[in-house]
Nanobody
Framework: QVQLVESGGGLVQAGGSLRLSCAASGRTFNNYFGGWFRQAPGKEREFVAA??????DYADSVKGRFTISRDNAKNTMYLQMNSLTSEDTGVYHC???????????????WGQGTQVTVSS
């Protein structure tokens, strides 16, 4: 079992930056794929970014602005968000999937989420 806790959300003006953190406990996080998702009011949850041992992946809408990273020694994953716009407003969730679990199964563990609000 892995517990995930997000932090770092808040209110920021358009053009500003935030760094989200996802602290993992219960298992060694370096055995897991990590991902960030977000859900805006009235919209479906959408993929933002993912990270494995050696690669990253981003939604087209955040490429060049967001950076996902991980510090396995700290069991923590990060999402650096720059050049924020009102379209980035939503609840951001981190998620984890053990490397042995097929991608088709989806992420196994989810955090409660942290609110990001970008004012224009």
């Amino acid at each position: 079992q892995v517990q995930l806790v997000e932090s770092g959300g808040g209110l920021v003006q358009a053009g500003g930056s935030l760094r989200l953190s996802c602290a993992a406990s219960g298992r060694t996080f370096n055995n897991y794929f990590g991902g960030w998702f977000r859900q805006a009011p009235g919209k479906e949850r959408e993929f933002v970014a993912a990270i494995s041992w050696s690669s990253t992946d981003y939604a087209d809408s955040v490429k060049g602005r967001f950076t996902i990273s991980r510090d396995n020694a700290k069991n923590t994953m990060y999402l650096q968000m720059n050049s924020l716009t009102s379209e980035d407003t939503g609840v951001y969730h981190c998620a984890a999937r053990h490397y042995s679990v097929p991608e088709s199964y989806g992420y196994q563990y989810w955090g409660q989420g942290t609110q990001v609000t970008v004012s224009s």
